[in-house]
């Protein structure tokens, strides 16, 4: 994820490739490794390099993907709860009825805590 991101952050910085290695002083070959997740583990030094170089805080680099991983990881929870609903017989119309109970449940949980 690691190289999506560095990828991206040089494109919009307008970088090519070449530039970015005279700039940090890694060769172009490596990065471009990296870039294509060829090399998924690159040293912290490298990474400081390539964030100082490109304008952004190392956490940038590492966040992004993180944060898409998360993501997706959601998805991937809330499509399987929606599978899970189906295959106990609840279908699409009768959601509305649930988003009531969690309301209710909302408000009552509410009303302990006060």
């Known amino acids: 994820m690691i190289g999506k991101n560095i990828y991206k952050i040089r494109k919009q910085r307008g970088y090519t490739l070449s530039e970015l290695a005279?700039?940090?002083?890694?060769?172009?070959?490596?990065?471009?490794?990296?870039?294509?997740?060829?090399?998924?583990?690159?040293?912290?030094?490298?990474v400081e390099k390539i964030a100082l170089v490109l304008k952004v805080e190392l956490k940038t680099l590492l966040k992004l993907g993180t944060d898409l991983e998360s993501k997706q990881q959601l998805e991937k929870e809330w499509i399987d709860f929606i599978y899970e609903m189906k295959k106990t017989g609840i279908d699409k119309e009768r959601i509305h009825e649930y988003k009531i109970l969690i309301e209710f449940m909302q408000w009552y949980n509410g009303k302990i805590q006060d």
């Open 22 to 46: 005279e700039r940090t002083g890694i060769s172009k070959s490596y990065l471009s490794n990296i870039e294509r997740n060829l090399k998924q583990n690159p040293s912290i030094q490298v």
